[in-house]
């Protein structure tokens, strides 16, 4: 794989390349997906005049370790490889980073709806308001679990080193430009937020069954989520319409 690694930009001339540079991008947007939910919930718990730097320095760092990683292929290659087998199943250092990112967020997102269903009536460490620096160390190691899934799927789609960064760098630019209202449409509607909680959730079990080599395909996940979003969104219109009558 490494040796078919291109940094050159001939791709350019190429309209395949153009097709790439569309998919991956596409694709990277979607996989950000997840990054932009968490980081648009954590830094709802900070004071509302630092949740705009919050989201801002989240992104910077999403980007900035998936162009890290990128130029690392060697590394991310080797973590691909069998470390040692538990069974049947051969272990590698990607399937560590995985489980450890799977737990991470599942208990991360479990705390979090704790404290929005008994946050009120309770006040404890865990429950407590984050502070700046320590939501940024959340939203830097969730980055890395991201950022890893990430260059995994752009280093299997294309083979320009070049092109996978320009995606990279579109589809951070396109979280940025929408972090700010997927961020408060999140803090508006209070059930969405249990809603985006829950897929947090369904994220951390898809991470954590990836590591342990049950791969569940990212389009029954991403099937999940839309179909209760929509569900939501059908909820919360009728509740608009009842309101008003």
């Not at 350019?12 to 919930?41: C, H, M, Q, R, Y």
């Not at 308001?129 to 752009?154: E, H, K």
């Not at 099937?223 to 009842?242: G, I, Q």
């Given at each position: 794989?490494?040796?078919?690694?291109?940094?050159?930009?001939?791709?350019?001339?190429?309209?395949?390349?153009?097709?790439?540079?569309?998919?991956?991008?596409?694709?990277?947007?979607?996989?950000?997906?997840d990054?932009?939910?968490?980081?648009?919930?954590?830094?709802?718990?900070?004071?509302?005049?630092?949740?705009?730097?919050?989201?801002?320095?989240?992104?910077?760092?999403?980007?900035?370790?998936?162009?890290?990683?990128?130029t690392?292929?060697?590394?991310?290659?080797?973590?691909?490889?069998?470390?040692?087998?538990?069974?049947?199943?051969?272990?590698?250092?990607?399937?560590?980073?995985?489980?450890?990112g799977?737990?991470?967020?599942?208990?991360?997102?479990?705390?979090?709806?704790?404290?929005?269903?008994?946050?009120?009536?309770?006040?404890?460490?865990?429950?407590?308001?984050?502070?700046?620096?320590?939501?940024?160390?959340?939203?830097?190691?969730?980055?890395?679990?991201?950022?890893?899934?990430?260059?995994?799927?752009?280093?299997?789609?294309?083979?320009?080193?070049?092109?996978?960064?320009?995606?990279?760098?579109?589809?951070?630019?396109?979280?940025?430009?929408?972090?700010?209202?997927?961020?408060?449409?999140?803090?508006?509607?209070?059930?969405?937020?249990?809603?985006?909680?829950?897929?947090?959730?369904?994220?951390?079990?898809?991470?954590f069954?990836?590591?342990?080599?049950?791969?569940?395909?990212?389009?029954?996940?991403?099937?999940?989520?839309?179909?209760?979003?929509?569900?939501?969104?059908l909820?919360?219109?009728?509740?608009?319409?009842?309101?008003?009558?």
């Amino acid at each position: 794989m490494l040796a078919e690694i291109d940094f050159s930009w001939e791709w350019v001339l190429d309209p395949k390349g153009w097709v790439a540079l569309t998919t991956l991008t596409a694709l990277e947007v979607i996989l950000g997906i997840d990054n932009l939910v968490f980081i648009s919930i954590l830094s709802g718990r900070l004071p509302p005049e630092q949740r705009a730097k919050a989201r801002r320095i989240g992104l910077a760092l999403a980007m900035g370790m998936r162009v890290v990683l990128l130029t690392m292929l060697s590394t991310i290659m080797a973590m691909t490889r069998p470390l040692f087998h538990v069974m049947e199943h051969a272990v590698s250092g990607r399937d560590l980073v995985l489980l450890a990112g799977g737990v991470f967020l599942l208990v991360k997102s479990t705390l979090e709806i704790h404290h929005h269903v008994e946050g009120h009536h309770e006040r404890t460490a865990t429950t407590a308001p984050l502070g700046f620096s320590r939501a940024l160390v959340q939203i830097a190691l969730l980055d890395i679990v991201f950022s890893l899934d990430s260059v995994i799927t752009a280093v299997g789609t294309v083979e320009h080193i070049t092109l996978m960064i320009l995606a990279v760098a579109i589809s951070i630019l396109v979280m940025v430009l929408f972090v700010n209202a997927v961020a408060e449409f999140v803090e508006r509607h209070p059930t969405f937020k249990m809603l985006a909680l829950s897929f947090l959730v369904l994220i951390g079990v898809a991470l954590f069954a990836d590591g342990l080599g049950l791969h569940i395909p990212k389009g029954y996940v991403y099937f999940a989520m839309a179909f209760s979003l929509s569900v939501e969104l059908l909820n919360m219109r009728f509740r608009k319409r009842t309101a008003k009558a």
